[in-house]
């Protein structure tokens, strides 16, 4: 979501997320004995596409951006990921992020590899001109490795179904035909799908549901922190809320908002769109992001960026639940001490999948000429969802190890069985 008007996200610091996704997946491949063939496989990045965009600003002057687009592999079906805009992209935060998808994509069983994209750019300091030139120009860069049975992007962060539109008018001229399915998360007038918006946190409260039914908690008044205000954070709060929960604090890069008797979840996410800063919100106690993170809270729910729960903070954690909107917030550090902490995480690459499967069901639209309605979108993600969680839980269960561990595994035994089926190809 682009937001105009707030300083740029802070940045994570320490642990490189690509040394965190090859240590999650180095932990399943020792745990399904695979070779070392297999590994380096699994360890490389299939295409990494480095795209220098020359933009012309309004006042007249040339801006050269860094922008990348990663396939990590396709063993599955085409590359499925976001793209992100802004300041602190890196080729190896899109590394990550493309191997997550991948292990993603396997877990949901939707019939997609991973990918990812992403341009070094404050998409909050472009004018809507500057930034509709760059988002067409990233778009004719990478036009060679995208395509419906390619690689299809999707918003992500400082990208939104606008964006999206672009992308998909500049491939589709560029491709001398009508090419919705290149990209989802459009705008339903163009072609995008009823549910795709909510989609995120719809996850997030499907597998929120299923984990509190586990552990005997009931959703109605449980309370409930959320990290990060766009379109994951906004949404997990709202359904959260809708089924009853107490949602006792949100943030986003002003600060946070905090209220016992629980926040009026409509009125913040009415402030954060008319002046991009929760922390206008009238009627609530103020606090930080570092402190949301340990209020003793039922759920929590990072919904912002990568290394936010780390091995500084870990021990200081009191939710007894946390469900990973966010790719990447959590450590490997920082996992074990909640490990042994006993807080039950739903890792990013299963909680964080309502986003990729409702854009797999735009893209299967698309391809059929179809519209399904909303309600058919949410009992299918619904379907999906608590099919995943249950397989993780299982796995987790009979192995005794954490839902993390659980879904990695699932996910990467998934990708291997393709692969091998295939011989490896593409
Ligand atoms: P967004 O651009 O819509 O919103 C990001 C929000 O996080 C903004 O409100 C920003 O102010 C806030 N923020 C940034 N850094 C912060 C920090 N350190 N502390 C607190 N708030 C901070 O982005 P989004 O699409 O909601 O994505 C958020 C996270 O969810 C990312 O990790 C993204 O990869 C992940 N995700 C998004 C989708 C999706 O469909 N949009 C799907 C899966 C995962």
């Known amino acids: 979501m682009v937001e105009p008007g707030v300083e740029a996200a802070p940045t994570a610091e320490q642990a490189d997320p690509y040394a965190t996704a090859l240590a999650q997946f180095d932990a399943a491949a020792d745990r399904l004995g695979l070779d070392e063939g297999m590994r380096q496989y699994l360890r490389t990045c299939r295409r990494e596409l480095i795209v220098n965009l020359p933009v012309r600003m309004d006042d007249g002057s040339t801006v050269v951006f860094f922008g990348c687009r990663v396939q990590h592999n396709l063993a599955r079906g085409p590359g499925k990921g976001g793209i992100r805009f802004h300041p602190s992209v890196t080729l190896n935060e899109v590394k990550a992020l493309a191997t997550w998808m991948t292990w993603k994509c396997a877990v949901v069983k939707i019939p997609f590899g991973g990918a990812k994209g992403g341009v070094k750019v404050d998409p909050k300091k472009l004018s809507l001109r500057e930034l509709e030139n760059l988002s067409r120009r990233y778009a004719a860069a990478i036009g060679p490795v995208i395509g419906p049975d390619l690689d299809v992007p999707a918003p992500d962060v400082g990208t939104d179904p606008r964006i999206m539109a672009w992308i998909m008018d500049a491939y589709s001229s560029a491709q001398g035909r009508w090419t919705p399915a290149v990209v989802t998360g459009k705008p339903i007038a163009v072609f995008g799908t009823e549910g795709r918006v909510a989609a995120t946190g719809s996850g997030i409260l499907h597998v929120v ?3 509190a039914r586990h552990h005997g908690l009931s959703l109605d008044g449980a309370t409930v922190a959320v990290q990060g205000f766009g379109n994951a954070g906004q949404w997990s709060a709202r359904l959260l809320a ?21 926040l009026d979840v409509e009125a913040a996410i009415a402030q954060k769109l008319e002046s991009n800063r929760v922390t206008d919100y009238a009627g609530a106690d103020r606090t930080t992001n570092e402190d949301l993170l340990t209020l003793p809270v039922d759920v929590l729910v990072p919904a912002a960026f990568e290394n936010q729960i780390t091995g500084a903070n870990a021990a200081d954690v009191k939710a007894k639940i946390i469900a990973e909107a966010a790719n990447g917030p959590t450590t490997p550090e920082a996992d074990e001490i909640l490990g042994d902490a006993g807080i039950f995480v739903i890792p990013d690459i299963l909680a964080s999948a309502g986003g990729v499967v409702v854009s797999y ?19 299918r993600l619904r379907e999906v969802m608590t099919s995943a969680y249950h397989d993780v839980q299982g796995l987790a269960e009979r192995d005794k190890i954490t839902m993390r561990e659980a879904a990695t595994v699932l996910g990467v035994s998934r990708v291997v069985e393709a692969a091998e089926l295939r011989g490896m190809r593409p």
């Open 242 to 262: 809708r089924q009853g929960c107490r949602v006792v604090a949100v943030s986003d890069t002003s600060g946070g908002i905090y209220s016992g008797r629980g």
């Open 361 to 379: 069901f735009e893209w299967a639209q698309n391809r059929a000429g179809l519209f399904w309605r909303e309600e058919d979108v949410d009992n």
């Open 209 to 211: 549901r299923e984990a």
